[in-house]
């Protein structure tokens, strides 16, 4: 394999280029983790971020995927990166995708973090007796919790809050689920035992709402928020959180 040298690690087994697309606080924060054991390992860490999948960003790629690498961790990568990482034939691992729909003959494997967080989460709810819930986003992307709480026999709602445009993408998701919570307590739609807020933006603007309205946490309703860890997050109230 690769042998490389440095004055204080003598030998490298071998390099890993870390490729991420577009860059978030979780992605970060994961990717520092993951090459500090790889590192302590013996290997050597290399690491680009690709803001777009345009003609320019893909050739970046491309040409990083020149030199020799054991192996790639690509963080959250879109059919078009996987296309290139395929075409190099170096192998490479996945993170961060919950649905894959190219998977290559080079892929080796596949780490979500998420499953387990969905079992912890169902776990809990069996054991608190929780029997309705509501999994509220922006998007669908993150429908793996609504699911392992169907599994168990509880009845789940999706409810999906709107963007804003307002003050960026991330202040848009926030206003949007405070102004989505401030309708369905004006409408009195009952809440469910457990609220399950698979963004942090997204709980930050409903709790502000549910706490203006007079709703206790855990008294009337249950709350579990998770990812972004706790980035943005500036709840009144306590609450359980899966970071992951």
């Given at each position: 394999g690769y042998t490389a040298t440095s004055p204080d690690i003598p030998?490298?087994?071998?390099r890993i280029l870390f490729v991420q697309w577009m860059i978030g606080y979780g992605q970060t924060v994961g990717q520092i983790a993951r090459q500090k054991i790889l590192t302590e390992?013996?290997?050597?860490?290399?690491s680009i971020t690709l803001q777009d999948v345009s003609r320019t960003s893909l050739a970046s790629l491309e040409a990083a995927l020149e030199e020799?690498?054991?192996?790639?961790?690509?963080?959250?990568p879109r059919e078009e990166m996987e296309r290139v990482l395929e075409a190099s034939g170096t192998p490479y691992v996945v993170s961060h995708v919950l649905r894959r729909k190219f998977p290559g003959p080079h892929c080796r494997g596949m780490f979500v973090q998420d499953?387990?967080?969905?079992?912890?989460?169902?776990?809990?709810?069996l054991k608190a007796g929780v029997r309705t819930a509501a999994c509220v986003d922006f998007t669908d992307a993150n429908d793996g919790y609504a699911a392992a709480l169907e599994?168990?026999?509880v009845s789940v709602e999706r409810w999906r809050t709107p963007v804003l445009d307002c003050g960026g993408k991330l202040e848009g998701v926030r206003r949007?689920?405070?102004e989505y919570f401030v309708k369905l307590i004006a409408d009195r739609v009952k809440l469910p035992d457990l609220l399950v807020f698979t963004d942090d933006y997204v709980a930050d603007g409903a709790l502000f709402a549910l706490a203006a309205a007079g709703v206790r946490i855990p008294q009337d309703v249950r709350v579990v928020t998770l990812y972004n860890c706790g980035?943005?997050?500036?709840s009144p109230q306590?609450?359980?959180r899966i970071e992951c």
């Open positions: 030998s490298w087994k071998g390992a013996g290997y050597r860490c290399v020799h690498y054991e192996l790639v961790v690509a963080s959250n499953r387990l967080a969905q079992t912890d989460l169902a776990r809990a709810a599994k168990i026999g949007g689920a405070g980035l943005g997050l500036s306590e609450f359980a």
